[in-house]
């Protein structure tokens, strides 16, 4: 009976130790994937997962990606630019987001934006076990937000600088804006009823390649279509929102403010959709960025989409190299070397 107790203990630790592991990733080549149990919240069990790309040559500095709402990490020529350049890529899938869902789960929900600090710095652990002292952080739309966020909470954070791709720091609701208070303190009621974001596709068939973009992704994890919030989704996004405001200047690492020149409206896919901002108001994007530090620098990315690093490639080039030139920059003098 003993005995057997000792192999079950032993098979124990080693399933836990395999899952701790890095293991090949669904990009295929030199990606790894790592997940973290995250223990369970109201929803039941959760994770999170971190997918890297390491560079050839030893190197003390690293990003880490975040990606934004209706999303996960899929932009393989982003880590590999990255790769290129000496950094480390590392990308979180944040919990009940794509590689990170589990069976049964309701994609993109949150209640807090708190819930996410976990997965970040899980992904931070690990990046320091793999000798990276020098570390970015970079987030995407609703990612951007919940990056800006996470620095506001964290000013003793580590993390050398912050880059910010069209981050969600407003509501792009129109007339509908003024109900946005409600339905928030509502989320604390009632968290769990269904609202829907929207029904236009423009965006998305402007990414996708079988619509009229050049991307592959997994469209259970990243539709056409966004797919129903819940109240309390609505209120996670709030609360950081009005933090933030609440909060100008908390900030205190250089910070790159990306967004695109205009902002486009479109109920179906036109052309237009592939030269702007068909998710958000980039002069929201420029007017509350300004406020999140001291040093932030803006760039105003013309013919940009919103992923503006999945822009045309004529687009996304340029801007990748202005990228490189603000981090050799902004990083301490030894990172650069």
């Known amino acids: 009976m003993k005995r057997l107790y000792i192999i079950v203990c ?23 994937v790592r997940f973290f149990n995250q223990g369970h919240d109201y929803a039941g069990n959760v994770r999170s997962c971190v997918v890297r790309l390491l560079p050839v040559s030893p190197s003390d500095k690293a990003v880490l990606y975040v990606h934004g709402f209706n999303d996960y990490f899929f932009q393989k020529e982003m880590a590999c630019k990255f790769v290129d350049h000496d950094y480390g890529f590392y990308a979180v899938d944040l919990r009940r987001y794509g590689r990170s869902l589990l069976s049964g789960q309701k994609r993109c929900q949150v209640r807090n934006f708190n819930e996410y600090f976990a997965d970040i710095d899980s992904a931070l652990m690990a990046m320091r076990q793999d000798g990276f002292n020098d570390i970015i952080l970079m987030g995407h739309s609703t990612g951007g937000l919940v990056a800006s966020y996470y620095m506001s909470r964290n000013p003793e954070s580590s993390i050398k600088a912050l880059v910010l791709n069209s981050p969600f720091l407003d509501w792009n609701l129109g007339k509908m804006e003024c109900f946005v208070g409600a339905i928030s303190a509502l989320g604390g009621i009632l968290p769990g009823i269904g609202v829907s974001p929207g029904g236009s596709t423009a965006y998305g068939e402007s990414l996708h390649k079988n619509n009229h973009g050049e991307w592959e992704f997994n469209t259970e994890w990243k539709s056409i279509k966004s797919p129903k919030v819940d109240l309390g989704w609505v209120r996670a996004v709030n609360s950081a929102q009005r933090y933030l405001r609440k909060h100008k200047y908390s900030i205190n690492i250089p910070i790159l403010l990306m967004y695109s020149a205009k902002s486009v409206d479109l109920p179906n896919w036109t052309p237009e959709a592939s030269t702007g901002d068909a998710v958000l108001d980039v002069a929201d994007i420029r007017h509350y960025g300004l406020l999140l530090g001291h040093d932030v620098t803006t760039i105003k990315v013309e013919g940009g989409m919103h992923d503006l690093i999945l822009s045309p490639k004529d687009v996304r080039e340029p801007l990748y190299t202005y990228i490189f030139q603000w981090l050799n920059r902004h990083l301490p003098a030894e990172s650069s070397k």
Do not use: E, I, P, V
């Open 10 to 32: 032993l098979l124990a630790l080693s399933l836990s130790m395999a899952a701790q592991s890095w293991l090949c990733d669904t990009l295929g080549g030199d990606f790894r």
